[in-house]
């Protein structure tokens, strides 16, 4: 898939040889620093790869954003049993279509970050679980994992160090459940894709029971830089405690939607008007969801705001995923919480009741109060319901989506209210803007 | 019964892993990308193959959106409906691939050319709409752009 046009703002850590010619070979990484990372940290040893990663201020980019070092750390020195590294690559939360472009446009990054961890916690196998949809990025995959065999980045012995490591690639067939670590590895083993019950954590009881290092497509593929450059020079790009570059996928009413690399900290409104071309037609900005359909929206006045974990989680949202998605003034935030609803009530797994039965209940009453036919009891019910599942499922899919939906009620309560009674919805008699 | 490159396939896949059953996926698409669909008599040759029962392949066969259970068109269009598709006129495009195939959702063209589904996020958001066909994705999607990318599956 076409990279689109970048921004000059970008900052290019890990999508830097994006748009080089055959990006995705090993003799166009190898021209640019490939695999230097690998031998470097060989020569460091485990401790010093793991204390360099601290030192980044790496955060998983998959949503959580748990320090990516010291999860690595979690995982058990002496363990009689193997070990295995295993990247999620089943990008599924609405508004993220980040890691498809780093798989597909630089491949060899990945494996060399796989290949990194796999030597810091002494794992010699790798799956990368990549979901259903995105079959071509297997075959690219595949294409990358084949010539770094046969020139000797995997194997056996890998550039005489006597470090082993294999990778295997590995195929989702649609489920987002499946982007939940302890699912993922449920599928990853060839069962329905439900969660686990968690402690025990993957790090020390993952996949077949054994000790496992899971990480974001985005993570894994930080860390050639940061072991390359050091710790150091990757935090100092983001702000204290979010360390380094995010790309940004912005979607939605901008001029110039597409997949940034930004440092962590940029201000939102600067992305949305210097980095994304501003709202389309001219249109007034009336809401951001900042990081994947799971993360509570913004108003457009509290949008002047630092991407960072810790500056979304005090604004009551999340940074989760990167997926910053644009809604523009003739937007209805009923029928896009209603949309978000859908979504999480398709793909919750159904294993625990407060998910699959308030998914359903609140996607019902949404879709009611969208139609017309709420009333005025409705509004509130909604807020409870959702409520009422946060931290009551178990796993994340269920605050997922509770908590956008509390936030839509919250923040847009007239816009609900404009919707009750049999008022047609505001916003469908209008031209809409799409 | 599974064909000898079916099961050569299979086997291959089941070798990555330290238990068969892990090529389960692989394994039911492997099938589907001959077939169209995985009927119950696959299915079950399947489970024998890997050592699983039927029903512990069919509680994975039913747990994904990409595994077809039911017979289906010879391409499967699945037009994603999530959040920023939606705002960039996923409800238009629906319409208009409804109103040209003259089908709903879940429904098969008379011809037996084209099976309409939903699918969730596909994860190309900043190019939508976008959908599949089969096991490409299309991007950018217009009225006209859809009229076009339909030409290419016969």
């Known amino acids: 898939m076409l990279y689109n046009e970048p921004s000059p703002l970008e900052v290019k850590v890990l999508t830097r040889r994006f748009g080089l010619p055959n990006s995705q070979s090993l003799d166009t990484y190898l021209a640019s620093d490939g695999y230097k990372a690998f031998r470097k940290a060989v020569e460091m040893g485990p401790e010093k790869v793991l204390e360099e990663l601290k030192v980044s201020n790496l955060r998983g ?149 054994c000790p496992t290092v899971l990480n974001n497509v985005e993570s894994f593929s930080a860390v050639p830089a940061i072991i390359r450059d050091g710790g150091a020079a990757f935090a100092a790009l983001g702000t204290p405690k979010n360390g380094g570059t995010r790309l940004f996928c912005i979607s939605g009413h901008v001029n110039k939607p597409g997949v940034y690399e930004l440092p962590m900290g940029f201000n939102l409104l600067r992305m949305i008007n210097e980095v994304a071309g501003g709202v389309r037609g001219g249109k007034k900005l ?39 998605i644009v809604m523009d003034e003739d937007t209805c935030m009923v029928k896009a919480a209603l949309r978000i609803m859908r979504f999480y009530q398709h793909e919750s797994c159904g294993w625990c009741i407060p998910c699959r039965e308030g998914t359903l209940w609140l996607r019902k009453l949404l879709a009611r109060v969208h139609e017309g036919g709420g009333t005025q009891s409705d509004v509130p019910l909604i807020g409870e319901l959702a409520k009422n599942m946060l931290g009551r499922t178990f796993c994340p899919l269920g605050d997922a989506a509770a908590m956008p939906t509390i936030a839509f009620v919250e923040k847009f309560r007239e816009e609900f209210e404009a919707h009750l009674n049999g008022a047609p919805c505001p916003f469908e008699s209008k031209p809409v803007s799409a | 019964m599974l064909t000898p490159e079916e099961q050569r396939e299979i086997e291959q896949e089941a070798a990555s892993y330290p238990e068969r059953r892990a090529a389960s996926i692989d394994a039911l698409r492997i099938v589907q990308r001959r077939r169209g669909w995985v009927s119950d008599e696959a299915l079950a040759d399947v489970a024998e193959l890997l050592g699983m029962s039927p029903a512990e392949l069919e509680s994975v066969a039913t747990f994904y959106n990409l595994i077809f259970r039911k017979p289906v068109g010879r391409h499967v269009i699945l037009i994603c409906d999530s959040v920023s598709c939606w705002i960039m006129g996923y409800t238009k495009v629906r319409d208009h691939l409804k109103a040209r195939l003259g089908i709903n959702f879940g429904e098969t063209t008379s011809d037996g050319r084209f099976t309409l589904l939903p699918i969730v996020c596909l994860g190309a958001c900043d190019r939508a709409p976008v959908m599949m066909v089969d096991e490409d994705t299309h991007l950018d999607l217009t009225p006209a752009r859809i009229d076009a990318i339909l030409e290419r599956y016969e």
């Open chain 1, 61 to 209: 980019r998959g949503g959580a954003g748990f320090p990516t070092g010291m999860k690595w750390g979690f995982v058990p020195r002496n363990s009689p049993k193997p070990k295995y590294v295993v990247v999620n690559a089943d990008e599924g939360e609405p508004g993220t279509c980040k890691d498809r472009l780093l798989m597909e446009n630089d491949p060899h990054q990945l494996l060399e970050g796989m290949l990194i961890a796999g030597f810091v916690v002494d794992a010699h196998v790798g799956y990368i679980y990549v979901r259903g949809e995105y079959r071509y990025v297997i075959e690219i995959l595949d294409r990358a994992i084949a010539e770094a065999y046969e020139r000797g980045y995997l194997g056996k012995n890998i550039l005489g160090t006597g470090f082993d490591f294999d990778v295997y690639t590995h195929t989702g067939a649609g489920s987002y459940e499946c982007g939940e670590e302890s699912a993922l590895l449920e599928s990853l083993e060839g069962k329905r894709g439900v969660p686990r019950i968690r402690p025990p954590f993957p790090a020390v009881a993952g996949l077949y029971q």
């Open chain 1, 286 to 324: 009336k809401a951001v969801i900042p990081g994947g359909s799971s993360c509570p929206v913004l108003k457009a006045e509290e949008c002047d705001i630092s991407m960072d974990f810790d500056s979304l989680a005090k604004a009551k949202s999340m940074l989760g995923s990167g997926g910053v």
